[in-house]
Antibody, heavy 119, light 106 residues
Framework: EVQLVESGGGLIQPGGSLRLSCAASGLTVSSNYLSWVRQAPGKGLEWVSVIYRGGDIHYADSVRGRFTISRDNSKNTLYLQMSSLRAEDTAVYYC?????????????WGQGTLVTVSS | EIVMTQSPATLSVSPGERATLSCRASQSVSSNLAWYQQKPGQAPRLIYGASTRATGIPARFSGSGSGTEFTLTISSLQSEDFAVYYCQQYNNWPPKFGQGTKVEIK
């Protein structure tokens, strides 16, 4: 059974940094396309970043230059390093597995971790 | 960027009735559209992707459409179907979601 478990969220001041983790089981992170998707409180879903099985990486314009996606194959874990955080980054952050074909829809999601950027 | 527009924002339906949710893309996305269900406090759950119902999704859910107009139909609403539904295009970069349709009990 595929499981994705996020952690690392919390309250952080504007301009600060935070690293989110997504521990995977039932799948191998290095063999899958994995994304981060976020959801501001009471709002819709916004794709943030992806890492391909081959290691290629892409970001949404709203986070490019501030966020870094990575993975640790030995720990089977996906990360999102967030820096220069802004109030508008406040959201629940989900890690999500792409379909097995690599298409950009998501067939498994973690439960999410809340990031609150506020002074 | 493609803009995804869902209608209505809220749909009030009685249990056992049919629900029809619409999703429109600002330009053609071919058939590359997914639907998700999200209940309060939970992560989204894939309902439809690649024109196919996801694993474990009951047959009362059906998706249709191509190009710019798409529909998700729930033939006979059950209590567990009351939720927010999102469409998402994955034909063009970046992947974009609609703003959601809340299906509530009438």
């Amino acid at each position: 059974e595929v499981q994705l478990v996020e952690s690392g969220g919390g309250l952080i001041q504007p301009g600060g940094s935070l690293r989110l983790s997504c521990a995977a089981s039932g799948l191998t992170v290095s063999s899958n396309y994995l994304s981060w998707v976020r959801q501001a409180p009471g709002k819709g879903l916004e794709w943030v970043s992806v890492i391909y099985r081959g290691g290629d990486i892409h970001y949404a314009d709203s986070v490019r230059g501030r966020f870094t996606i990575s993975r640790d194959n030995s720990k089977n874990t996906l990360y999102l390093q967030m820096s220069s955080l802004r109030a508008e980054d406040t959201a629940v952050y989900y890690c999500a597995k792409h379909s097995d074909s690599g298409s950009y829809y998501f067939d498994f999601w973690g439960q999410g971790t809340l990031v609150t950027v506020s002074s | 960027e493609i803009v995804m527009t869902q209608s209505p924002a809220t749909l009030s339906v009685s249990p056992g009735e049919r629900a029809t949710l619409s999703c429109r893309a600002s330009q053609s996305v071919s058939s590359n559209l997914a639907w998700y269900q999200q209940k309060p406090g939970q992560a989204p759950r894939l309902i439809y992707g690649a024109s196919t119902r996801a694993t474990g999704i009951p047959a009362r859910f059906s998706g249709s459409g191509s190009g710019t107009e798409f529909t998700l139909t729930i033939s006979s609403l059950q209590s567990e179907d009351f939720a927010v539904y999102y469409c998402q295009q994955y034909n063009n970069w970046p992947p974009k979601f609609g703003q959601g349709t809340k299906v509530e009990i009438k």
